[in-house]
């Protein structure tokens, strides 16, 4: 192994450390195996916000009967971003829409276990996000009616 192999070893690890000393082993691992990513085609419900950081955050509900049969979302933020929108994406899988306006922050933040202090507010805009999937959706249902 040259000293680069094991300069870029040693910083990988340092980087993969502080990441899980950062996003506990829950958040680490869904950041480094995202679940739930990508923009969905044709879905029934569909929110996008902008956080007070500049992160857009964006995410997709396919339903059936009445409950999530499949969501998905799509972030440019960063990794705490991207494992907010994770995480709350799992949470809306089997729930009503009414269910799904009671998903807020503190559910999100509780489902991956701890994000950096100054992070937190990610778990707010993908709990926003979800409303704004809801709004669609109910909007859409209201319009076929």
Known sequence: MSNLDAFLDKLQEEIFDE???ALGERGFDRWRNPKHNGR???PDGWGRVTGECGDT????LK?????VAKGSYFTDGCASSMVSASFA??????KTPEQLTDITADHILA???RLPDDDVHCTTLAARTIQAAVD???GTMVKKV
């Not at 955050?57 to 997709?60: D, V």
């Open 19 to 21: 990441a899980k000393q």
């Open 40 to 42: 969905m085609e044709n």
């Open 57 to 60: 955050m964006e995410i997709y």
């Open 63 to 67: 339903f059936k009967d009445n409950q």
């Open 89 to 94: 994406v799992e949470l809306t899988l089997g």
């Open 111 to 113: 489902a991956i276990g």
């Open 136 to 138: 669609n959706y109910m």
